[in-house]
């Protein structure tokens, strides 16, 4: 028997298999977690949590709907642009460097975007503690995921079907551990 490891196959295009689907995990993360940070900020508006980020209701409600429609933006981008893509297949041990490598550059990517977000603001300043809580997790957590996915392939080939959800459920309470 040959070792998955032994028999790489150089082609670009099966390392390139999974880019889409990072992609539009990563995406369908950031806009899960800006619509969390704008109902929490609903919340302080309405007065139910102590307040830490609004100081008058209508600034509240202001950046409620602005968080709100950037998050539903965010979040249309891979159903309507990217046509978003529910597979995630690592069977050779090229996809899995593929979507690894993938994963780390776009995490790469969008830290480095981040860093142009304006720190005057302190709604602004927190979606990009944001971005960067999932580009870290992105960096450090998701390609150890991908890897246990790609180990323990033949245990799950049950539930390949559920493994997008899988991974962007991880991706986003992975992020928490960063923020």
């Known amino acids: 028997m040959v070792n998955s490891f032994q028999n790489i196959n150089t082609n670009p295009r099966s390392m390139m298999a999974g880019t889409s689907v990072v ?14 940070f704008s109902l929490y900020v609903g919340l302080e508006t309405l007065e139910r949590t102590t307040r830490k980020y609004v100081n008058w209701t209508g600034e509240g409600m202001l950046w409620l709907f ?19 893509k529910y597979q995630i297949k690592i069977e050779t ?4 460097i593929g979507y690894v490598v993938f994963t ?4 790469i990517v969008f830290i480095i975007l981040s860093r ?6 302190i709604y602004l300043s927190e979606v990009a503690n944001l971005l960067q809580a999932a580009s870290f997790s992105g ?4 390609p150890i995921l ?10 799950l080939s049950r539930f390949n079907s559920y493994l997008f959800y899988f991974v962007m459920f991880f991706w986003i309470f992975s992020s ?4």
């Not at 602005?66 to 978003?84: E, G, T, W």
């Open 93 to 96: 041990f090229t996809n899995l």
């Open 139 to 142: 960096l450090i957590a998701i």
């Open 146 to 155: 991908f890897y246990l996915l790609f180990q323990f392939k033949d245990y």
């Open 66 to 84: 602005v968080l709100l429609f950037i998050s539903i933006f965010i979040l249309f981008i891979p159903s309507d642009l990217l046509k978003l």
């Open 23 to 36: 992609l539009n995990i990563y995406l369908l993360t950031i806009g899960s977690m800006i619509l969390g």
């Open 104 to 107: 780390i550059s776009n995490s």
């Open 176 to 179: 928490q551990i960063f923020l």
């Open 116 to 121: 142009f977000i304006s720190r005057d603001n």
